[in-house]
């Protein structure tokens, strides 16, 4: 009746989760004691052969039974030996199943999840909502236009424009001027000096030459006179 009860709500599935799990634990159980019975079975070996070496010669007979009895216990460990390979490699195989029975049913998992996922999506309808997307956003830049369109440029006279522009180029001339100390150009005309009251600085440079080479002749003179 208990039986019933877990397969029915579930029991079975659990044991044979279990199943791989409880034949490892058993399996490894069995391989600790093997590997016990090949320790004690090297020692009984070690022991009988110690008996044959130290009778070899004294008693003969001692000897040769030490022997037979090492004899057998050296073929109850092969048998050992190899009962201990085989549980390894079942041990081993019974993990490596395990694992792909496990991956096997992630995959199958990870299958069924993505399926659910893509339930409800296909090329089709992805391609529709992209083409959806593009036509709002191309109707939003319409609507955008439209609402800002004339209202910038309505009432605008390119007449008064113009004569802001001018007066704003007016004004940076003049910052500019007040900052560098410069005159405009009708000033600068003005004040150019006159042409029968000073002398140009071409012609300075020129009377300075020649007062200098006079000089320069008169000290020439008195030198030779004395």
């Known amino acids: ?85 085989t549980v390894e490699r ?22 069924k999840a993505m399926k659910r996922i893509h339930g409800d999506l296909n090329i089709d309808k992805v391609d529709q909502t992209m083409e959806s997307l593009r036509e709002q956003h191309a109707i939003g830049e319409e609507i955008s236009e439209a609402l800002t369109q004339g209202s910038v440029t309505q009432g605008l006279d390119e007449d008064e424009l113009d004569e802001e522009l001018a007066e704003l180029q007016q004004e940076q001339l003049d910052e500019k001027m007040l900052k560098t100390g410069t005159v405009p150009v009708g000033d600068q005309v003005h004040r150019l000096p006159a042409v029968g009251n000073s002398k140009l600085p071409g012609q300075a440079q020129a009377t300075e030459e020649e007062d200098d080479e006079e000089a320069e002749l008169r000290k020439l003179q008195a030198e030779m006179a004395m």
């Open 90 to 111: 079942e041990i081993s195989s019974i993990e490596t199943a395990n694992i792909n029975k496990e991956t096997f049913v992630a995959m199958q998992n990870a299958g």
């Open 1 to 85: 009746m208990s039986g019933w009860g877990m397969g029915w709500f579930g029991g079975g599935g659990a044991k044979k989760t279990e199943a791989p799990k409880n034949a490892i634990l058993q399996l490894r159980s069995t391989l600790e004691m093997l590997s016990k019975r090949e320790k004690h079975l090297q020692n009984q070996m070690d022991e009988q052969d110690a008996i044959a070496r130290k009778n070899v010669s004294a008693n003969k007979n001692v000897a040769k039974g030490a022997l037979r009895r090492k004899k057998q216990f050296e073929h109850a460990l092969e048998q050992t030996s190899s009962q201990m390979m």
